[in-house]
């Protein structure tokens, strides 16, 4: 009862948004009070100030001008903060007692639709996860700004987990068994999705309300018709995802108007990891540079550069598919002329796509829909450039195209071309649209006039030459005079405000023109509003056909981007088939040829089979090019299944349908994971879900932890990738255990290679070349000598290098890595062992033969002795 009734409205309406940040309205700023003011104005550097609430109380409080407000939404949203968005409404003129008030919009990170918060390349999911009893998980994805909605399930936490470190959401939804889990919190850390989790009621996601939800959406009587009528638990997710979509926007959600079933069965299985490692989109550094996407992103569209980000995230399976792709690549590739033209056409065509997602929620503005219009009239002109084309994909892109010559007209008609930016100036339609409009736009032209005129004829009555006739907001019209004229002011003059070095009075002729005219302008700019608003639904009665469109538009600029990309770098077009293949003739690293520069990148064959050369084990240097060999193979079959031409000679590619990579691991202490536990928990993956069409690449295994549970485990995952009957997967294996290129021996189906060298004049040579054959040594001294370690350090030790070679050792069967000087004085300093190790008696037999008095059947006869003994040992 203390509080002011302004206090009052403002804890009624908090109370339902405890979880945001309250942008409450007053006059022209939001206002932010409690708790919220101070972490507005901690984040956004505001000024923390107070503000009275009711008897002798006050609370903080600071604000922004709500025309300035995107920016520092922007801000909130970054810091992971959700902002409720208070507005007046009806005017406060008319209002008795205090102004009516309402949340509009609650803006999260997985709701955004502001072109200048958004990033205008990547997709902005909201993403639902329900998990049913049976352990099948549901999956929703929806762009709001884009209007996308799909939904999968999936049938293993992995695969789940999997998916969303593809998607990246911005806000993840998850029901009440998967949000109290803590195992899984940490799970998603581990693989660096950092989405917002949301609160959803329980209640949301029960089947049923969710089927209705997306019904009643739809305003249909199933879900038959988009192809997901039985999958209950995606259903699930996306009518839980609706509920929270219609909760946060207030208003109908129309250019959501479908939704979209896939399949993860249909493209190849990039996960999160292998995304990383191969730096798909996104460089080890966070990046864009050095990526394979900016290697072939030459995209003209915003539409186009997502669509492109999509394709390299999802290879697909189906041959045909693919080719159809290389078909229409093929066709841009050899027509300079199209590709230029295309590219110039492209380059003007605006997001379609998000304009229509700001339009359908009613946050559009007049120069959202002018920027529509332009973008709709170049696709005449594309379809002119593409009505020769004879290649299927780009045949159904023309006929499929719609101009809306209809509504460009009217657009053409209705809209000025300089609009401002708010709707509620006016100044948006032209003149002939609407007579009721223009009729109003000519009492106030007529008003104008009328004052002007008035200020000539006051000028002549008083014969003061300097006399104005201003208006603000404050006073409306006035006539001001200078203090050196004050005393030619005519009595009919009524004293209105005092300043330094004038005075300022009214007439009442004055005041009654000012009525009409300001009646007139208020009159105008709500019919204009009114008008702009039915605009807006006649693009809405075209929103299916207009998307259709945006889809083709991108998907042709993807197709012009990767003919671009073939054109540029000499790709060549590969051949998609069944087999169990991969052959390929001196390829290159899509991405690393082109930092080299020209014809300074040294290309290399790769083939891979599912009999005699499944598991390649590839040796060599330090800095020698096996890492980059590996990557470059996976790299050149991601661009394949895209669709795209490829840096190689000649390829062939049988179809892959997942590629695992495990590269070398740093701790991830936000997971409480060693760097040797990431290394097994990535290989577990691995191991646990390859398949015979699977690619894997093995970067390292083992090197977190000793050298002999390293080599152990490393050997022992190779001879399951060779035995394991039903997997058999194709295996670049790259490694510093020697001891691995052993295993051509006694397996079918290894092959070594290593990266070859010269050594000259003590210096190591990199030749970058693949050749037959393992590799003796590492040569990491040199690589330390490069990397710029003090000499002191590089002679010891080639030192202790020496020794291990020649296999030194003390007595006590130690390396000898001691100076020379040390092992005169008889002493020795070693590091401490946690545990001391006890000699196997049968080691200590063999240091105690005389192997110079032993005959040769007394050899033989000891060496079934100590078999013998092994045996009964193990």
Not at 28 to 57: H, P, V
Not at 161 to 188: F, I
Not at 191 to 198: D, E, K, T
Not at 349 to 365: F, K, P, T, V
Request: charged letters at 25%.
């Amino acid at each position: 009862n203390d509080l002011t009734p302004m206090m009052n409205q403002y804890l009624q309406i908090k109370r339902d948004h405890t979880d945001a940040i309250l942008f409450f309205r007053l006059g022209d700023f939001y206002e932010m009070f409690f708790d919220d003011a101070k972490i507005a104005s901690a984040i956004l550097g505001l000024a923390l100030t107070s503000r009275g609430t009711g008897k002798n109380s006050r609370v903080p409080m600071c604000g922004i001008p709500y025309h300035a407000s995107d920016n520092y939404i922007a801000r909130l949203i970054k810091a992971e903060h959700k902002v409720a968005i208070c507005e007046q409404i009806g005017d406060p003129k008319s209002a008795k007692g205090i102004v009516k008030r309402q949340i509009v919009r609650v803006i999260t990170p997985g709701t955004l639709i502001d072109e200048n918060i958004l990033e205008s390349n990547h997709n902005n999911y909201l993403v639902c996860v329900h998990k049913q009893a049976q352990g099948e998980y549901g999956l929703a994805a929806v762009d709001l700004s884009t209007g996308e909605f799909k939904i999968t399930q999936l049938h293993s936490e992995e695969k789940m987990l999997s998916e969303l470190g593809r998607l990246q959401p911005a806000e993840l939804l998850l029901c009440s068994n998967l949000k109290d889990d803590t195992g899984l919190r940490d799970k998603l850390k581990q693989r660096n999705i950092n989405a917002l989790v949301s609160e959803v009621e329980d209640w949301a996601f029960d089947f049923s309300y969710a089927y209705e939800k997306l019904i009643n959406h739809f305003k249909t009587q199933d879900l038959r018709g988009f192809g997901c009528q039985n999958m209950n638990s995606g259903i699930t997710a996306a009518g839980a995802a609706l509920s929270y979509l219609e909760n946060t926007q207030k208003t109908e959600i129309k250019h959501i108007n479908k939704i979209t079933p896939y399949s993860l069965n249909k493209v190849m299985v990039l996960d999160g990891i292998a995304q990383r490692n191969l730096e798909l989109v996104r460089s080890m550094r966070g990046e864009k540079k050095g990526t394979l996407l900016n290697e072939l992103n030459f995209t003209n569209s915003a539409m186009g550069n997502r669509l492109l980000l999509q394709w390299i995230q999802q290879p697909l399976l189906d041959i045909e598919e693919i080719n159809k792709r290389l078909d229409a690549v093929e066709q841009i590739k050899k027509d300079q002329v199209l590709r230029t033209n295309l590219k110039d056409a492209l380059k003007n065509i605006a997001d379609i796509e998000r304009l229509l997602g700001r339009i359908s929620l009613g946050a559009a503005n007049a120069r959202d829909v002018l920027n529509l219009n332009e973008s709709l009239k170049i696709i005449p002109r594309i379809k002119r450039l593409l009505e020769s084309s004879e290649t299927e994909m780009i045949v159904d892109i023309c006929l499929n195209l719609d101009e809306q010559k209809e509504l460009v007209q009217l657009l053409d008609k209705a809209l000025c071309p300089d609009a401002p930016l708010s709707v509620r100036e006016g100044r948006m339609i032209k003149e002939g649209f609407n007579s009721e409009l223009d009729d109003l736009k000519y009492i106030t032209q007529g008003g104008k006039e009328w004052i002007a005129k008035l200020q000539r004829e006051e000028i002549k009555r008083t014969g003061i030459s300097s006399l104005k006739i201003r208006y603000n907001r404050v006073f409306g019209y006035y006539i001001e005079v200078s203090k050196a004229n004050l005393h030619a002011v005519p009595v009919d003059y009524m004293r209105k405000q005092t300043l330094v070095n004038a005075e300022r009075f009214i007439t009442p002729a004055l005041k009654e023109q000012e009525e009409k005219i300001i009646t007139a302008q208020e009159k105008m700019v709500d019919l204009e509003y009114r008008l702009f608003l039915d605009i807006c639904a006649k693009i809405m009665q075209s929103l299916t056909q207009i998307q259709k469109t945006a889809l083709l538009i991108a998907r042709l600029d993807v197709l012009n981007s990767l003919a671009e990309a073939a054109a540029r770098n000499n790709y060549i077009r590969p051949v998609i088939d069944n087999d169990l293949t991969i052959d390929i003739k001196e390829g290159r690293h899509p991405v690393l040829e082109n930092m080299l520069g020209a014809n300074k990148y040294i290309p290399n064959p790769a083939y891979l089979d599912a009999a005699d050369n499944q598991v390649l084990i590839i040796t060599g240097p330090n800095m020698a090019g096996k890492s980059t060999y590996i990557r470059q193979v996976a790299l050149i079959i991601i661009m394949a299944q895209i669709g795209s031409f490829v840096p190689v000679k000649s390829a062939r590619i049988g179809i892959v349908d997942k590629i695992f990579t495990r590269v070398g691991a740093a701790d991830d202490i936000s997971a409480g994971m060693s760097t040797f536990m990431m290394e097994m928990s990535e290989t577990a993956n691995i191991l646990n879900n390859a398949t015979p069409r699977s690619m894997i690449i093995l970067d390292e295994i083992g090197r977190g932890t000793s050298t002999f549970d390293g080599l152990s485990i490393a050997w022992a995952t190779a001879e399951y990738l060779l035995e394991n009957t039903g997997m058999r997967p194709k295996t670049l294996f790259a490694t510093h255990y020697h001891e691995l290129t052993e295993m051509e021996l006694l397996f079918k189906g290894v092959k070594n290679f290593n990266v070859s060298v010269r050594e000259w004049n003590e210096e190591v040579i990199f030749l970058y070349k693949l050749i037959r054959g393992s590799s003796d040594h590492s040569y990491g001294i040199h690589v330390a000598r490069l990397a710029g370690l003090p000499q002191k350090v590089i002679s010891r030790a080639r030192e202790i290098l020496s020794n291990l070679e020649i296999n030194s050792m003390s007595e006590e069967g130690i390396p000898s890595l001691v100076k020379s000087d040390i092992k005169k004085t008889g002493r020795r300093e070693t590091q401490p062992e946690l545990f001391q190790s006890r000699e196997n008696p049968l080691i200590a037999r063999i240091r105690g033969l005389d192997v110079n008095n032993l005959s040769p059947i007394d050899a033989l006869n000891l060496i079934n002795e100590w078999k013998d003994s092994l045996k009964k040992e193990e």
